[in-house]
């Protein structure tokens, strides 16, 4: 008997349709997808002119000390007068809000009424941002965020451990 030879060939699945729709589904995404921006709050730095500025009274300032577990302190005075009954402690948000408005309403100088804040090596970076949106809700035009004073680290230490 002779043999039958038949040219079957197999089935084969061409993938090249599949990756031309795999590379315009992603090229679609690419380009419909919005990536998520930074947020960033304007920073108002002082210029460089010479005019010279009166001297700050701490009577006219409200000094903010930003502690370790979320807590914040705040005085009035200079840091040579300064102690553990004249340290008091508030709360972040409305409360922080209300005692800068507060303060500025019964300043010597309204217009030139600062806040001061001084972040301790205990504190948070949180804690910083969220004194610093405080500004922008209160309209606060005048602050500053400087380094805290060897003394009132001690005042603030002391009154901490109370």
Do not use: C
């Not at 061409?14 to 380009?31: A, K, S």
């Not at 300032?61 to 807590?71: A, F, S, V, Y």
Request: avoid cysteine.
């Amino acid at each position: 008997m002779a043999e039958l030879t038949t040219n079957t060939r197999q089935p084969r699945v061409d993938m090249t349709p599949m990756v031309d729709l795999g590379f315009l589904l992603i090229t679609f995404f690419v380009f419909t997808t919005t990536f998520s921006s930074n947020f960033m709050m304007k920073l108002n730095m002082p210029d460089n002119s010479n005019d010279p500025r009166p001297p700050i009274k701490y009577q006219n300032t409200l000094t903010l000390i930003l502690g370790k577990d979320n807590r914040i302190f705040y005085h009035q005075k200079g840091p040579k007068d300064l102690n553990t009954s004249l340290l008091s402690e508030t709360a972040y948000g409305t409360t922080l809000s209300k005692l800068i408005l507060e303060k500025r309403n019964s300043a010597i100088e309204k217009d030139n009424f600062t806040v001061i804040i001084r972040p301790t090596d205990e504190s948070v970076y949180k804690n910083t941002v969220d004194v610093l949106d405080e500004m922008k809700i209160t309209n606060q035009p005048l602050y500053v965020l400087t380094d805290i004073s060897p003394r009132e680290v001690e005042v603030y230490q002391s009154k901490v451990k109370l």
